[in-house]
Protein backbone atom coordinates (compact mmCIF):
# COMPACT_ATOMS: atom_id res chain seq x y z
CA UNK A 1 0.00 0.00 0.00
CA UNK A 2 1.85 3.37 -0.91
CA UNK A 3 1.13 6.30 0.80
CA UNK A 4 -0.23 9.33 -0.94
CA UNK A 5 -0.86 12.88 -0.55
CA UNK A 6 -4.43 13.92 -0.54
CA UNK A 7 -5.36 18.00 -0.80
CA UNK A 8 -6.10 18.03 3.00
CA UNK A 9 -2.49 17.16 3.80
CA UNK A 10 -1.37 20.72 2.21
CA UNK A 11 -4.65 22.16 4.35
CA UNK A 12 -2.77 21.27 7.73
CA UNK A 13 0.58 21.72 5.78
CA UNK A 14 -0.34 25.32 5.11
CA UNK A 15 -2.13 25.73 8.17
CA UNK A 16 1.47 24.60 10.65
CA UNK A 17 3.30 27.08 8.80
CA UNK A 18 1.15 29.71 9.02
CA UNK A 19 0.69 29.15 12.90
CA UNK A 20 4.63 28.86 12.93
CA UNK A 21 4.61 32.23 11.84
CA UNK A 22 3.43 33.03 15.03
CA UNK A 23 6.39 32.18 17.18
CA UNK A 24 8.68 33.27 14.15
CA UNK A 25 9.18 37.10 14.06
CA UNK A 26 9.75 37.14 9.89
CA UNK A 27 6.52 37.23 7.98
CA UNK A 28 7.82 35.18 5.72
CA UNK A 29 6.80 31.48 6.93
CA UNK A 30 3.56 33.12 6.14
CA UNK A 31 4.04 32.88 2.47
CA UNK A 32 4.75 29.21 2.50
CA UNK A 33 1.61 28.48 4.09
CA UNK A 34 -0.35 29.82 1.40
CA UNK A 35 1.25 28.10 -0.87
CA UNK A 36 0.25 25.13 0.80
CA UNK A 37 -3.53 26.12 0.81
CA UNK A 38 -3.29 27.43 -3.34
CA UNK A 39 -1.60 23.67 -3.78
CA UNK A 40 -4.44 22.26 -2.14
CA UNK A 41 -7.11 24.11 -4.16
CA UNK A 42 -4.73 22.45 -6.98
CA UNK A 43 -5.10 19.08 -5.05
CA UNK A 44 -8.66 19.37 -5.07
CA UNK A 45 -9.17 19.95 -8.47
CA UNK A 46 -6.29 17.39 -10.11
CA UNK A 47 -6.20 14.77 -7.89
CA UNK A 48 -3.09 12.85 -9.85
CA UNK A 49 -0.63 14.60 -9.39
CA UNK A 50 2.75 13.59 -9.08
CA UNK A 51 4.90 14.27 -5.45
CA UNK A 52 7.49 16.28 -6.93
CA UNK A 53 4.92 18.22 -9.51
CA UNK A 54 3.51 19.42 -5.95
CA UNK A 55 6.57 20.45 -4.37
CA UNK A 56 7.56 22.03 -7.38
CA UNK A 57 4.16 23.57 -7.81
CA UNK A 58 4.54 24.36 -3.88
CA UNK A 59 7.92 26.07 -4.29
CA UNK A 60 7.18 28.41 -7.23
CA UNK A 61 3.87 29.27 -5.77
CA UNK A 62 5.39 30.31 -1.92
CA UNK A 63 8.42 32.30 -4.03
CA UNK A 64 5.84 33.84 -6.22
CA UNK A 65 3.49 34.69 -2.94
CA UNK A 66 6.99 36.17 -1.12
CA UNK A 67 8.52 38.10 -4.00
CA UNK A 68 4.93 39.46 -4.54
CA UNK A 69 4.62 40.44 -0.66
CA UNK A 70 8.28 41.95 -0.79
CA UNK A 71 9.10 43.67 -4.31
CA UNK A 72 4.99 44.96 -4.57
CA UNK A 73 3.12 44.94 -1.51
CA UNK A 74 5.09 46.45 1.35
CA UNK A 75 6.94 49.32 -0.49
CA UNK A 76 3.37 50.70 -0.46
CA UNK A 77 2.74 50.33 3.24
CA UNK A 78 6.14 51.79 4.63
CA UNK A 79 5.17 55.12 6.82
CA UNK A 80 6.01 58.07 5.27
CA UNK A 81 4.92 60.58 8.29
CA UNK A 82 7.97 60.66 10.43
CA UNK A 83 5.95 59.88 13.20
CA UNK A 84 7.42 58.43 16.48
CA UNK A 85 11.18 59.98 14.58
CA UNK A 86 13.54 61.45 17.01
CA UNK A 87 13.30 65.47 17.36
CA UNK A 88 16.21 66.29 15.41
CA UNK A 89 14.94 64.17 12.12
CA UNK A 90 12.82 66.66 11.78
CA UNK A 91 14.94 69.10 12.16
CA UNK A 92 14.78 71.61 8.81
CA UNK A 93 11.28 70.38 7.67
CA UNK A 94 9.68 72.87 5.95
CA UNK A 95 6.07 74.25 6.22
CA UNK A 96 3.70 76.40 4.87
CA UNK A 97 1.80 79.71 7.09
CA UNK A 98 -1.79 78.78 7.42
CA UNK A 99 -2.44 81.57 10.37
CA UNK A 100 -0.68 84.69 10.64
CA UNK A 101 0.21 84.67 14.70
CA UNK A 102 -1.29 87.80 16.20
CA UNK A 103 -0.67 88.15 20.04
CA UNK A 104 -1.80 86.33 22.00
CA UNK A 105 -2.45 84.21 19.88
CA UNK A 106 0.76 81.90 18.40
CA UNK A 107 0.12 81.51 14.37
CA UNK A 108 -0.55 77.75 12.53
CA UNK A 109 1.64 76.17 9.51
CA UNK A 110 0.95 73.53 7.75
CA UNK A 111 3.66 70.56 6.54
CA UNK A 112 2.70 68.76 3.13
CA UNK A 113 4.27 65.53 5.24
CA UNK A 114 3.46 65.13 8.61
CA UNK A 115 5.50 65.80 11.59
CA UNK A 116 5.84 64.02 14.12
CA UNK A 117 2.33 62.84 13.69
CA UNK A 118 0.92 65.93 12.80
CA UNK A 119 0.51 67.99 9.90
CA UNK A 120 -0.61 71.19 11.15
CA UNK A 121 1.63 72.95 14.18
CA UNK A 122 1.25 75.89 16.34
CA UNK A 123 4.49 78.08 15.73
CA UNK A 124 6.81 80.91 17.00
CA UNK A 125 8.85 83.24 14.61
CA UNK A 126 11.81 86.21 15.44
CA UNK A 127 10.99 87.44 12.03
CA UNK A 128 7.52 88.87 10.86
CA UNK A 129 5.59 86.40 8.41
CA UNK A 130 2.84 86.68 6.27
CA UNK A 131 0.19 84.11 4.98
CA UNK A 132 1.93 81.47 2.31
CA UNK A 133 5.35 82.18 3.63
CA UNK A 134 7.65 78.95 4.21
CA UNK A 135 9.72 78.24 7.49
CA UNK A 136 11.60 75.79 8.33
CA UNK A 137 11.63 73.78 11.75
CA UNK A 138 14.90 75.03 14.26
CA UNK A 139 13.63 73.67 17.27
CA UNK A 140 10.54 72.02 19.27
CA UNK A 141 9.78 73.52 22.34
CA UNK A 142 6.38 71.49 24.01
CA UNK A 143 3.94 71.40 21.53
CA UNK A 144 5.06 74.76 19.32
CA UNK A 145 7.75 74.93 16.71
CA UNK A 146 10.26 77.26 16.75
CA UNK A 147 10.53 78.49 12.98
CA UNK A 148 12.57 80.86 10.60
CA UNK A 149 11.93 81.97 7.81
CA UNK A 150 13.26 79.76 4.77
CA UNK A 151 15.90 81.67 2.94
Same mark, same amino acid.
Given at each position: ??????????????? %?????? /? !????????? &?? @? +?? =?? $?????????? %?????? /? !????????? &?? @? +?? =?? $????????????????????????????????????????????????????????????????????????????????
Amino acid at each position: MAFQIEYWHWVVFGM %LLILAE /L !VLPSFTVFW &FG @L +GA =FL $LAVLMWLQPD %LSLSLQ /L !VAWAVSSSL &FA @L +GW =FK $LVRPLMVDRTKAGIAREAVLGETGQVIQVPQPPRRGQMRFATPVLGDDEWEFICDEPVELGDRLMIVEISGNTLIVKKRG
